[in-house]
T-cell receptor, first 116, second 113 residues
Framework: DQQVKQNSPSLSVQEGRISILNCDYT??????FLWYKKYPAEGPTFLIS?????DKNEDGRFTVFLNKSAKHLSLHIVPSQPGDSAVYFC???????????????FGKGTKLSVIP | DGGITQSPKYLFRKEGQNVTLSCEQN?????MYWYRQDPGQGLRLIYY???????QKGDIAEGYSVSREKKESFPLTVTSAQKNPTAFYLC????????????FGPGTRLTVL
């Protein structure tokens, strides 16, 4: 049973436009969410996180939105650049609730291609 | 520079041989993790360790073993009992296991011939 789902395996966006990557989760105990970026044959790089007490967090071109009632989060990249082309993983944990807190649960990833 | 190192980057082994993947961190993190990534899949947790001399099985521990004799080191042994060992292996660490942000090493690509 997938607790974290990224339903779009791939996404193509023109350079300069907005990229929106989506993630859904089913476990209501999750209260901490992260996005990682991964290039082929490299380890994932932490991008941005959000806790469930907030509904938005920004860091430069990256903004994460959290809709707790819908159990949905999204990562917005504005403006998109060719160097953003990578696989993006959504991850979640029950960091503050303590239930299964050791683990990050990852989605399967979305491959973003930014076209020059 | 603080970080996580994994060696080697690429590893080839014959079927039936055990192989040990190295992971070292100098971030002074208490917790360390091993994940496996297969094409089109997310990251699946093999083992994790909250503290020296302690480790726990993750979701797919069968055919793998680990040790945590030092805080900085968390080697993973892929045994001959692992049915599909060819994969990309990622090591990570975090300050604690309380669902903290995990930071990853560059990975080791293991190919079993």
């Amino acid at each position: 049973d997938q607790q974290v789902k990224q339903n779009s395996p791939s996404l193509s966006v023109q350079e300069g436009r907005i990229s929106i990557l989506n993630c859904d989760y089913t476990n209501s105990m999750f209260d901490y969410f992260l996005w990682y970026k991964k290039y082929p044959a490299e380890g994932p790089t932490f991008l941005i996180s959000i806790s469930s007490i907030k509904d938005k967090n920004e860091d430069g071109r990256f903004t994460v939105f959290l809709n707790k009632s819908a159990k949905h989060l999204s990562l917005h990249i504005v403006p998109s650049q060719p160097g953003d082309s990578a696989v993006y993983f959504c991850a979640a944990s029950a960091r503050y609730s303590g239930a299964g807190s050791y683990q990050l649960t990852f989605g399967k990833g979305t491959k973003l291609s930014v076209i020059p | 520079d603080g970080g996580i190192t994994q060696s080697p980057k690429y590893l080839f082994r014959k079927e039936g041989q055990n192989v040990t993947l190295s992971c070292e961190q100098n971030l002074n993190h208490d917790a360390m993790y091993w994940y496996r990534q297969d094409p089109g899949q997310g990251l699946r947790l093999i083992y994790y360790s909250q503290i020296v001399n302690d480790f726990q099985k993750g979701d797919i521990a069968e055919g793998y073993s680990v040790s945590r004799e030092k805080k900085e080191s968390f080697p993973l042994t892929v045994t001959s009992a692992q049915k599909n060992p060819t994969a990309f292996y990622l090591c990570a660490s975090s300050e604690s296991t309380g669902g903290d942000t995990q930071y990853f090493g560059p990975g080791t690509r293991l190919t079993v011939l």
